[in-house]
């Protein structure tokens, strides 16, 4: 009979590349892991792993064996749903993953609603990046977590995880407020031009390896251009306190701006120009294949959903101008 624990790590392995990868991920040594492995293809009865020096792939076998261990593991996550329906009320922990602007802005107001309706549950927040949820649900350090896409940088497929669809948010150039008497951003300039007119300014950007940094390079290389980076901040707070301070232009999401809003809707910063970018971020509920149904996460679901603010459906960008 093979064994559920190992069959996790060899999906682990197939995802994360190398045996130290997933020994630092699930908290194992690496030895460990090697062992562990070892006794699977003892059960399994043939090789499921090729070594080549000091690395490892998955031969055919194993990555047959992968996709079962994804069957399998997903049909546990519904059996683990349909036994805490079962129970009176919910209780315990839930580890939620969230980015800081989702963390700042929807989730309070989520933990107040989950709270009020189910105190004994305990919902436990990290910070924690778009790009690591992924590995952190496979490996069961969070339960449920908030990620992201831009339109420039869409989220990867990730197998063994489902998504809901949560909100979506407007873009915007932020600029240094021009001096008096300056022309009006014109609103119908296609994506590239209004981007285009900054390409010799300083940029701030996110941390390189972030899906916000990726976003703002490749919608300046989309416009023709690499952006000369200046800054390096992920607080959008910050990034706007620079902005103001004349260090260079941003890309900003609308949960980034914490201002009130000006005439004709787009948010207000002191000392801050935004100008409304034809494009958007999308806010997703992702959780492990089978636990939609698990009613700690449709709670907490259910609770975001109620918290999003209404401003974050947006009207559609205006139409582009043809580029010249």
């Not at 492995?37 to 090789?47: D, I, K, N």
């Not at 100008?275 to 907490?300: D, N, Q």
């Amino acid at each position: 009979m093979l064994d559920v624990r190992r069959l996790r790590l060899l999906r682990e392995l197939a995802r994360r590349g190398t045996i130290a990868a997933v020994a630092e991920a699930l908290a194992f040594s690496p030895s460990a892991v090697s062992q562990q492995l070892s006794v699977l293809e003892r059960e399994a009865g043939l090789p499921l792993l090729e070594r080549t020096g000091r690395r490892v792939r998955l031969t055919p076998a194993g990555q047959h064996l992968v996709g079962h261990a994804e069957a399998v593991l997903e049909r546990l996550e519904r059996a683990e749903a349909d036994l805490a329906e079962a129970r009176d009320g919910l209780a315990g922990a839930l580890r939620v993953g969230a980015f800081p602007t989702a963390t700042r802005a929807i989730v309070p107001a989520a933990l107040v609603a989950l709270a009020r309706r189910h105190p004994a549950l305990e919902a436990m927040v990290s910070e924690t990046d778009p790009a690591a949820v992924a590995h952190a649900l496979r490996a069961g350090d969070l339960d449920v977590a908030l990620v992201h896409e831009y339109d420039f940088v869409p989220a990867p497929v990730e197998p063994g995880l489902e998504t809901e669809p949560l909100c979506r948010e407007a873009m915007y150039l932020a600029e240094p407020t021009p001096p008096p008497g300056s022309a009006a951003p014109d609103l119908a300039l296609g994506q590239g031009l209004a981007l285009r007119a900054h390409r010799d300014a300083p940029w701030i950007t996110a941390t390189p390896g972030t899906l916000c940094h990726a976003m703002t390079v490749r919608a300046c290389q989309a416009a023709g251009f690499t952006p000369r980076e200046r800054h390096r901040v992920d607080e959008f707070a910050t990034v706007l306190a620079l902005v103001a301070a004349g260090q260079g232009v941003a890309v900003v999401p609308q949960l980034g701006v914490a201002g009130p809003a000006a005439p004709g809707g787009a948010p207000s910063v002191p000392g801050v120009r935004l100008t409304r970018l034809p494009m958007e971020r999308r806010t997703k509920i992702a959780f492990r294949s089978g636990a939609a149904a698990h009613p700690a996460v449709a709670a907490f679901a259910a609770a975001l959903r109620e918290a999003v603010p209404p401003e974050l459906a947006p009207p559609p960008p205006p139409p582009s101008r043809p580029e010249t």
